[in-house]
């Protein structure tokens, strides 16, 4: 899709501090971070939603859920045998969520204490 920020910068159209990247997913840091570790994982392919994707290839939302781990675990959010300190995983769906790029995508947050709800 031509003009959604996501796919260009999956594209190399726009430029992304990439951390995290497989054959199907792309996961960069936000430029407006609300947390020390603010990492949004993309699929590659274009899905609107969280639901869009679902629908259309459940395994590759498998495969965005593992990058956001293999992420939290690269970035110190959490140990190799899953303890703490933890992080969150937010996808905001539709814009009555705050989902403003219409490209289904999973916020990776962390590195300090987060109450809920946030704020």
Same mark, same amino acid.
């Given at each position: 899709?031509?003009?959604?920020?996501?796919?260009?910068?999956?594209?190399? =159209?726009?430029p992304?501090?990439?951390v995290?990247?497989t054959?199907?997913?792309?996961?960069?840091r936000?430029?407006?971070?609300?947390?020390?570790? +603010?990492v949004?994982?993309?699929p590659?392919? +274009?899905h609107?939603?969280?639901g869009?994707?679902? =629908?259309?290839?459940?395994?590759?939302? #498998? =495969?965005?859920v593992?990058a956001?781990?293999a992420?939290?675990?690269? =970035?110190?959010?959490?140990?190799?045998?899953?303890?703490?300190? #933890?992080?969150?995983?937010?996808?905001?769906t539709?814009?009555?969520?705050?989902q403003?790029?219409?490209?289904?995508?999973? +916020?990776?947050?962390?590195?300090?204490?987060?109450?809920?709800?946030?704020?």
């Amino acid at each position: 899709m031509t003009d959604c920020l996501f796919c260009r910068m999956v594209a190399g =159209e726009i430029p992304a501090d990439v951390v995290h990247q497989t054959d199907r997913v792309f996961a960069f840091r936000d430029i407006n971070p609300q947390a020390p570790t +603010h990492v949004l994982v993309i699929p590659k392919d +274009h899905h609107a939603t969280a639901g869009a994707l679902a =629908e259309a290839d459940p395994a590759l939302l #498998g =495969e965005v859920v593992v990058a956001a781990h293999a992420v939290a675990r690269q =970035e110190g959010l959490v140990s190799g045998d899953g303890a703490e300190p #933890g992080y969150r995983l937010v996808a905001n769906t539709g814009p009555h969520a705050g989902q403003t790029v219409p490209h289904v995508h999973l +916020h990776v947050l962390g590195g300090r204490h987060l109450t809920w709800p946030p704020g």
